[in-house]
Nanobody
Framework: QIQLVESGGASVDPEGSLKLSCLLS????????MAWFRQNPGGEREGVAT??????????TYSASFKGRFTISQDNAKNTVYLEMDMLKPEDTGLYYC??????????????????WGQGTQVTVSS
């Protein structure tokens, strides 16, 4: 069974940092698009960042709202994608999902392009 499992969400102060993890199982790690999304109170999932786990297509992309503060990366040995979140703001609060578009090398930042999703991990930024 193909699964994505997120972890690392927490409650932090403004300007704090977190590192989220997304473990992919049941499918080869290389050669996929993987991405992070933030779900807003209305239920829409806003793209945060994407990464191509293989060598084709765009390596990484970022939404302008998060670029410069968030960094997406991968660890092939652990079948894991990370999202390092720095200088967090209250507006970054939300339920963060990991998603995958398997066997794709051109990674869209739109939620509709992804059909494998994790369970979400909550990030709350407040003082």
């Amino acid at each position: 069974q193909i699964q994505l499992v997120e972890s690392g969400g927490a409650s932090v102060d403004p300007e704090g940092s977190l590192k989220l993890s997304c473990l992919l199982s049941g499918f080869p790690f290389s050669g996929n698009c993987m991405a992070w999304f933030r779900q807003n109170p209305g239920g829409e999932r806003e793209g945060v960042a994407t990464i191509a786990t293989g060598t084709g297509g765009r390596r990484t992309t970022y939404s302008a709202s998060f670029k410069g503060r968030f960094t997406i990366s991968q660890d092939n040995a652990k079948n894991t994608v990370y999202l390092e979140m720095d200088m967090l703001k209250p507006e970054d609060t939300g339920l963060y999902y990991c998603a995958a578009n398997l066997r794709s090398e051109w990674c869209s930042i739109n939620a509709g392009s992804y059909n494998y999703w994790g369970q979400g991990t909550q990030v709350t930024v407040s003082s």
